[in-house]
């Protein structure tokens, strides 16, 4: 807010850092599910940088991007989609070849395809974002781990198992050797494992993932954070699963009141 705040007395009128600002406020905003208060930021940002840039512009597309994903975020698809596929015609123009803005947008658009089970859609944005990654960054690299982690999560709604389970054994891997100690992508490819082996039955691998990633959300997040609510519903699930009602009741409620902390009105993780 002090940043932002700065800015605007620096530069009156439309400016690249009061933009950028503005964009940064809002992702702080967003990654705390504080959904209303991000969204007139990223709309003034957006419209900041179209006026700063006539035409496309990497700016440009990023904000398209940053609203587009909050309004997937809220399960706004119908208004996300125009402004994925903007993003990604107008980085595609920017960018000839690979180009991590190109994988980024490929990814974005095929990840609100697979939350509207548009799976065919979905699927060759999504292995065209991986080849590009691992051609860009050669060795470890996040980029190339959150492809894995995506591809490997649609194959999994599709019930293809096997396909999505060296995919996320890798992507863990990768980011155990990226980040020591604790990190939201680790605690991420442990969530995404550990679902893989729900999804099959398999209860005795998923837990000790669940657990590890709960106990990690919440020490990377004090306080309510929708991370650590989505870590207690899971392991909740599983409980739920192997018939241990009394342990994924308690755990139901946790998360379910630190939704109602989070969530003000309507939100796709109130259903």
Request: aromatic share 10%.
């Amino acid at each position: 807010i002090d940043a932002l705040a700065m800015t605007k007395r620096l530069f009156v009128g439309d400016h690249p850092d009061v933009a950028s600002s503005l964009n940064n406020l809002a992702e702080l905003y967003r990654s705390q599910g504080r959904y209303g208060e991000a969204e007139p930021l990223f709309i003034d940002a957006l419209a900041m940088t179209k006026r700063l840039f006539v035409g496309d512009h990497p700016d440009v597309a990023s904000s398209l991007n940053n609203l587009a994903g909050l309004y997937r975020s809220q399960g706004r698809y119908g208004e996300a989609e125009p402004l994925f596929i903007d993003a990604l015609a107008m980085t595609k123009r920017l960018f000839v070849g690979d180009h991590p803005d190109v994988a980024s947008s490929l990814n974005n658009l095929a990840g609100l395809y697979r939350s509207q089970d548009r799976y065919g859609e979905a699927e060759p944005l999504f292995i065209d974002a991986l080849a590009m990654t691992k051609r860009l960054f050669v060795g470890d690299h996040p980029d190339v781990a959150s492809s894995l982690n995506n591809l490997a999560g649609l194959y999994r709604s599709q019930g293809r198992y096997g396909e999505a389970e060296p995919l996320f054994i890798d992507a863990l891997a990768m980011t155990k050797r990226l980040f020591v100690g604790d990190h939201p992508d680790v605690a991420s490819s442990l969530n995404n494992l550990a679902g893989l082996y729900r999804s099959q039955g398999r209860y005795g691998e998923a837990e000790p993932l669940y657990s590890e990633a709960l106990a990690m959300r919440k020490r990377l997040f004090v306080g309510d954070h929708p991370d650590v609510a989505t870590s207690l519903n899971n392991l909740a699930a599983l409980y739920k699963s192997q018939g241990r009602y009394g342990e994924a009741k308690s755990l139901y409620l946790e998360a379910l009141a630190m939704r109602k902390r989070l969530f003000v009105g309507d939100h796709p993780d109130m259903v």
